[in-house]
């Protein structure tokens, strides 16, 4: 079964290369109808780890997509029970059709 929400920090049309210095992240929702997912752009007032991370606790975001992230902050999310696939590389639409497919994992390159 799907999530209920994810996020992809992104840069311009790919993942972001650091999740610390995303200023964009990508919300997408009703991942469980396909014919209806929605997807919504939220732009950050500036790049910073610890805001990206009171977003992502704050939508209740349950899986994060992202590429390279500080230990620190992969271990905060986890502990607050978010899955984080990383080192993703490639573009945010390629990530997300290959996790709805549900072949998406850490590490890949698309």
């Not at 610390?20 to 929605?38: C, F, G, K, V």
Request: proline share 5%.
């Amino acid at each position: 079964m799907l999530p209920s929400k994810i996020l992809i920090p992104v840069n311009e049309i790919d993942v972001a290369p650091r999740f610390d210095l995303a200023t964009e992240a990508l919300i997408i929702t009703d991942l469980d109808r396909p014919e209806s997912i929605h997807q919504k752009m939220v732009v950050l007032p500036s790049a910073s780890a610890e805001k990206l991370c009171q977003l992502i606790i704050t939508e209740k975001i349950k899986v994060v997509i992202c590429s390279a992230i500080e230990e620190d902050y992969y271990q905060y999310l986890t502990w607050k029970k978010i899955n984080v696939l990383d080192s993703v590389v490639g573009s945010s639409q390629m990530a997300l059709e290959r996790f709805i497919a549900g072949k998406l994992k850490s590490g890949d390159v698309l």
